[in-house]
């Protein structure tokens, strides 16, 4: 089955700065690939995602590139603000979806 | 966008005691819903997956008599903690799929926390 791992696991930035946090997936059959946010207690929130035939999407201060061959994908937020903290999940669809662990980031005031 | 209701958002029960947990899509049919578990700052962990009108499938590990999954209609999957107990105590997350507009994007509910005592 799809192995989706997640790097890193905690993040802090100050406040203006960028954070990249990077997967890699196993599964080469994956063809769809969603960020989500995940704030203390709440459902996780779909950011942004991009599909197997796109290398790059983005959306404002957020964007993912995605590497087919490397079988690796990476979301891009740039100039952080503080309600940006939260945990973050990549996930890869194959047959199911498979999530990444989680990169929990704290954006610095 | 899709909405998912899921309730209770929170409860408390006694160990022994039987909890459901409801999971509803507002505005459109899903055909698939997903039953997740998540402990503290973790990923969330696929418990089953519930496909409307037949049994749930679940993954690997999962007692399926003690995580007790219904999925009767296109727009309600339950899940049931049966005699529950302190270890159960986590928070359950369900997510499900729009059928109309393609099965990629998942929406989730916003999540259970059950403690039992």
């Known amino acids: 089955g799809e192995n989706v791992e997640q790097h890193p696991s905690t993040l802090s930035v100050q406040e203006g700065d960028s954070a990249v946090i990077k997967c890699t997936y196993s599964?080469?059959?994956?063809?769809?690939f969603p960020w989500y946010k995940q704030e203390l207690g709440k459902r996780p929130q779909l950011i942004i995602d991009?599909?197997?035939?796109?290398g790059e999407k983005k959306d404002q201060r957020i964007a993912v590139t995605l590497n087919k061959t490397a079988k690796h994908f990476s979301l891009h937020i740039t100039e952080t603000q503080p309600e940006d903290s939260a945990v973050y999940f990549c996930?890869?669809?194959?047959?199911?979806?498979?999530f990444g662990t989680g990169t929990s980031l704290t954006v610095i005031p | 966008g899709a909405v998912v209701s899921q309730h209770p958002s929170w409860v408390i029960c006694k160990s022994g005691t039987s909890v459901k947990i409801e999971c509803r899509s507002l505005?459109?049919?899903?055909?698939?819903m997903f039953w997740y578990r998540q402990f503290p700052k973790q990923s969330l962990m696929l418990m089953a997956t519930?496909?409307?009108?037949?049994?749930?499938?679940?993954e690997q590990g999962v007692e399926k008599d003690k995580f007790l999954i219904n999925h009767a209609s296109l727009t309600l999957s339950t899940l049931t903690v049966t005699s529950a107990h302190p270890e159960d105590s986590s928070f359950y997350i369900c997510?499900?799929?729009?059928?109309?507009?393609?099965?990629?994007?998942?929406?989730f509910g916003s999540g259970t926390q059950l403690s039992v005592l």
């Open positions: 997510s499900a799929t729009n059928a109309m507009g393609g099965s990629e994007k998942l929406f």
């Open positions: 599964d080469s059959a994956s063809n769809y």
């Open positions: 991009i599909r197997s035939n796109v």
């Open positions: 996930a890869a669809l194959g047959n199911q979806f498979y």
């Open positions: 505005d459109f049919q899903a055909t698939t």
């Open positions: 519930s496909n409307e009108g037949s049994k749930a499938t679940y």
